[in-house]
């Protein structure tokens, strides 16, 4: 059995900056480490839940963000910049199940260092109306793939921004938000053991087909608020795009991957703005 981990670095137990989660610098090298043994932690709970192979692929950032030498279960690593699929990259109809490790809130949530893929473009995405984070969005891949998405890691807002999207998905709770930049979190030894118990669960679930692949209702709408007008300007430049106001545009259409991949190509070509 085949597992597909997805894995940011923001909900990880103990990060709460953004200095933590952008190196170089010992601080971020720190949250490696962290990052790593829960994504270890996950890797142990699929193959004790029953994976047999197991796919991470790092999302966060630069995405290389792990020591490859240093993962569980000598599972695979796929690493580096410029994904087709980004953060769901490698995901396909051959996995049992998928899990999403270290993901955050939604920009405009209060959990700890909320955003939406690009937290200087975007500042609210709509999912058929509903506000959606990383995982809400990234749920679209899943849906198109046939995998059920079997648990989640991060904040509370986190566990609860996705199981409204995936009902009955496994939420594992590693820190309570205090505010965007503080936050209570489970000693990094619990949180690792609460990964690896939720992992086992969530994976065992999947293969018992207790879980489901995504259901979100087709046609789907997929809503983009941008911080600025010129954002929303040059996302519409991307082909099925729609302009709904000054700062929103809309993707829609009945096939879940190319919604996603427009949102995707949508935020890479306003970084040209961002980053300029």
């Known amino acids: 059995m085949r597992v597909f981990l997805s894995t940011d670095m923001e909900g990880t137990a103990g990060i709460v900056d953004w200095a933590q989660c952008r190196g170089p610098g010992a601080a971020y090298e720190a949250s490696c480490t962290l990052l790593l043994d829960e994504v270890n932690a996950a890797i142990e709970g ?6 047999d192979d197991v796919l991470v692929n790092d999302s966060h950032g630069h995405m290389a963000n792990l020591a490859a030498g240093q993962l569980s279960g000598r599972a695979r690593y796929l690493s580096g910049r410029h994904k087709p699929l980004y953060m769901m990259e490698g995901l396909d109809s051959s996995f049992a199940a998928v899990g999403l490790v270290s993901y955050h809130g939604s920009m405009g949530s209060s959990g700890v260092l909320s955003h939406t893929y690009n937290p200087r473009a975007v500042y609210e995405v709509r999912l058929n109306g509903t506000p959606v984070g990383e995982a809400g969005v990234n749920a679209l891949v899943a849906q198109a793939a046939g995998v059920p998405v079997a648990f989640v890691t991060g904040d509370e807002v986190t566990i609860a921004e996705t199981s409204a999207v995936l009902p009955g998905v496994e939420g594992v709770a590693v820190k309570r938000s ?3 930049f503080a936050a209570e979190s489970l000693h990094p030894a619990a949180a690792c053991e609460a990964i690896r118990a939720g992992a086992q669960r969530g994976v065992q679930r999947a293969a018992s087909n207790e879980l489901a692949p995504p259901d979100i209702a087709l046609p789907a709408s997929l809503e983009v608020d941008w911080l600025t007008v010129d954002m929303a300007d040059m996302a519409t430049w991307v082909g099925g795009v729609e302009r709904l106001g000054r700062r929103t545009v809309r993707i829609s259409g009945t096939d879940p991957l190319a919604i996603y991949r427009g949102f995707v190509a949508t935020v890479a ?6 980053e300029a």
Do not use: D, Y
């Open 178 to 180: 205090v505010t965007r």
């Open 269 to 274: 070509i306003t970084r040209s703005i961002v």
């Open 46 to 51: 699929c193959l004790a839940g029953g994976a």
